[in-house]
């Protein structure tokens, strides 16, 4: 039994996922099998996470964003509204396969501002702040300040 979970009735969570203490799931989300969720992660309104994800402790991510198979988020971790993560570089309708997925990392304390598009096979850094509406097309480094399209880092921190 988990402790402390809130699940929305209009949510569907996969029976095979697998769901920490305290973590709440608000209206019309969707969660897969086979992904992991850590404890005091609050997932907001018509949230999509794709099989295999993982996402660690102390997360918040906001409405509308999908987090699909292939991406790994650490701990402490903030996801603003509409943020979308993808997962194939070359993506077409025929000849799809799961050896097209390229892993994006998310690094712990990291924020991605609303609306901001992750392509894949990249790493957010540790504390990385990226700035509403970008495009991230390359990895960024730890302790950065990073936004337009493509981001760029603009400040680093220490």
């Not at 699940?7 to 203490?21: P, Q």
């Amino acid at each position: 039994m988990i402790k402390n979970k809130f699940i929305h009735e209009s949510a569907y969570v996969s029976d095979l996922a697998h769901i920490g203490e305290d973590c709440k799931i608000w209206h019309f989300s969707h969660i897969r099998e086979n992904a992991q969720i850590g404890k005091k992660v609050s997932l907001g309104q018509n949230v999509y996470i794709d099989k295999n994800v993982i996402i660690g402790n102390n997360c918040k991510i906001q409405n509308n964003v999908s987090i699909y198979n292939g991406v790994v988020i650490e701990d402490n971790v903030f996801i603003g509204p509409s943020v979308t993560f993808t997962n194939d570089l070359y993506p077409k309708v025929d000849d799809w396969e799961m050896s097209r997925i390229k892993k994006t990392l998310i690094k712990k304390g990291s924020s991605i501002g609303a609306n901001v598009t992750v392509v894949c096979g990249i790493e957010i850094g540790e504390n990385v702040l990226i700035g509403a509406g970008s495009v991230v097309t390359k990895s960024i480094p730890d302790n950065s300040l990073a936004y337009g399209n493509p981001a760029k880092v603009m400040k680093k921190y220490k």
